[in-house]
């Protein structure tokens, strides 16, 4: 029986957190990504959790402890958002390149400058190709389910990678909403006890971690690396299915609205695929065929499935949270249309739109907006300019 | 989606007005309600004008959006009257509550033609008889309840005595003071 609670998305987390009980979480606060080691920390202090709680001076700290407990083989989390996120580069690709699994909650907010602390994609969409895995949530629900199998998938034996659960700043992190949470008991036996295969502390096995990694040796390393990723598809795969199998919610690679006979479609990340499903089911009312797919996973990128879904549309709309500043388009824009080229899928015409920077609401009239959009995509036969904004003021010059 | 709620709160930083739009979602929430209890983050400061907003609904709410066109506005100082367009969007088939010490014939001709359904509360008399100080949050909880009807007034109260106890575990000597502003709140309202 699942308990019936209503959260916020960073209280949704913090108790993912307390359920699977960490052996070390480091963290530094920054908004909006704060109160996931505030909440944790009185879980620490009131002990119900005996994590070890380290808080340090910076994120590139937070990174580092991270990366120092993961090697010695604990279980280890950390939550942060844009500029910590950013302080955090360098040993992003260092915990993905040392194969050290660890989840941590990335409230996405826009990344300084200027300085802006709400809710965009700039900070997770610069580290897609940090070598962490990224889930992506549009509710607290989702980003409480999310975090508890990313577990399980990071440390899967064929994975062996951090993973990052990206949810919307305050949009998900502070709003309270419903939640069914799982009982203590079924997370801890569906975590299950990390055991990795090499570690630190083992004294029965003496080894080093990173260390020179000259010509000879570091390309078939980033082979391995790469081949974690790949095989990371499969285990989310699996790990959802048990979680299904727990639960009752199904967790796919991506998920599809309304797709089935969708002559026009959105893909969209987080909290605005919830907005756009009502503004689905308000068009389908009036006979217009829209659907909407939301990619549950950015890392590895469901690419194939993606394009599958896209194949009979006419036109899509994919809309990206983060500008590119590529000349060119948004992330989820150049990756899905690539994906679409590859699979064969290339009779359908396509738009990006970069919509909500820095916080900038996103109403059902934007939504509406970009259906109509397609609609006049599709009568035209062309798409003048496929690099588009939704709701910029005074438009694009 | 025809029994969802919207409900849009004006306040100034530091009136509570967040806290209330939290109190009223765990309300609803323990009526069985999907809800959504959110403010709308700016450069918070004392006595900056802020919003929250609470979507309340029989069904799963999806829409995450700012509240546009509300069902009620909650306007918790009415020294906002001034500076913000409080009824915009509101739906004429909704209502307004206002904390002010004025009738809602009064504060009418301060509200851009708005035609719906006017109501005022001296949430400050409320609050300084009940509480002994300036709260006006609790007051205008049990106001938007008892305007917007949205659940049993009694139920509501049995629900807040269980969500102050949690609330204010450390103080407890505060609970009866501020059930006893909302039991005179849900009878001060003028319309």
Redesign the interface.
């Known amino acids: 029986m699942s308990i019936r609670e209503r959260l916020s998305g960073n209280e949704a987390v913090a108790n993912a957190m307390r359920q699977i009980n960490p052996d070390v979480v480091a963290a530094f606060p920054i908004t909006p990504s704060t109160e996931v080691p505030q909440y944790f920390s009185t879980f620490v202090n009131n002990g119900s959790v005996d994590t070890e709680f380290v808080p340090v001076e910076s994120e590139h700290s937070a990174m580092s402890a991270c990366v120092g407990a993961a090697a010695a083989g604990a279980r280890v989390m950390t939550a942060t958002s844009a500029n910590g996120l950013s302080l955090m580069w360098e040993v992003l690709y260092i915990a993905s390149s040392l194969r050290l699994p660890m989840v941590m909650a990335c409230v996405n907010r826009a990344v300084s400058g200027p300085l802006n602390i709400h809710n965009d994609h700039s900070d997770s969409m610069g580290a897609r190709d940090s070598g962490w895995v990224q889930l992506y949530c549009e509710t607290n629900q989702e980003a409480y389910d999310n975090f508890i199998m990313a577990t399980r998938i990071a440390e899967h034996k064929d994975v062996q990678l951090p993973v990052m659960v990206c949810y919307d700043g305050f949009i998900t992190s502070h709003s309270i909403e419903n939640i069914e949470l799982i009982e203590d008991d079924v997370v801890k036996n569906f975590v299950g006890e990390y055991h990795p295969e090499h570690y630190l502390l083992n004294r029965e096995e003496p080894i080093a971690v990173g260390p020179l990694d000259v010509q000879p040796y570091l390309f078939e390393h980033k082979y391995q690396q790469a081949n974690g990723m790949r095989n990371a598809a499969k285990v989310i795969k699996e790990v959802s299915e048990e979680f299904e199998k727990l639960t009752g919610r199904k967790y796919e690679f991506i998920e599809k609205y309304q797709m089935d006979d969708a002559e026009y479609a959105i893909v969209v990340l987080n909290s605005t695929a919830g907005t756009a499903k009502a503004v689905v089911d308000d068009l389908r009312a009036k006979g217009v065929k829209a659907g909407l797919v939301k990619p549950r996973m950015f890392r590895p990128f469901p690419g194939k499935e993606i394009a599958e879904a896209l194949k009979n549309v006419k036109a899509v709309a994919i809309m990206d949270k983060a500008d590119g500043l590529n000349g060119v388009g948004g992330p989820l824009f150049t990756d899905v249309t690539s994906a679409m080229v590859v699979n064969g899928v290339t009779d359908v015409k396509v738009v990006n739109y970069i919509y909500g920077i820095g916080g900038r609401d996103v109403r059902t009239t934007d939504i509406e907006k970009v259906y109509s959009d397609l609609q006049e995509i599709e009568a035209a036969g062309k798409v003048e300019d496929p690099y588009r904004y939704l709701g910029l003021k005074g438009g694009r010059a | 989606m025809s029994n969802l709620v919207e409900i849009r709160w004006h306040g100034r930083g530091g009136q509570g007005a967040k806290t209330a739009s939290?109190l009223l979602?765990?309300a609803a929430?323990n009526t069985g309600k999907?809800?959504?209890?959110?403010?709308e983050?700016g450069p918070e400061r004392m006595g900056a004008p802020i919003t929250a907003y609470n979507r309340i609904s029989d069904e799963?709410?999806?829409?995450?959006?700012?509240i546009?066109e509300p069902d009620y506005v909650v306007v918790v100082d009415d020294s906002l009257l001034e500076c913000v367009d409080v009824t915009a969007g509101l739906k004429e088939t909704g209502a307004i509550v206002i904390n002010t010490t004025k009738t809602p014939d009064e504060v009418r001709p301060l509200l851009k033609g708005y035609k719906g359904r006017v109501c005022t509360i001296d949430a400050k008399k409320v609050s300084e008889e009940t509480l002994g100080k300036y709260f006006p949050n609790t007051p205008m909880l049990a106001a938007i309840v008892k305007v917007s009807g949205i659940m049993d007034e009694q139920v509501f109260l049995d629900d807040m005595v269980e969500s102050f106890k949690h609330k204010f575990a450390k103080k407890p000597e505060v609970i009866d003071g501020n059930m006893a502003a909302l039991r005179m709140a849900l009878n001060e309202i003028k319309e």
């Open positions: 939290l979602a765990d929430f999907f809800i959504q209890g959110f403010p983050y799963k709410i999806t829409v995450h959006s700012n546009y």
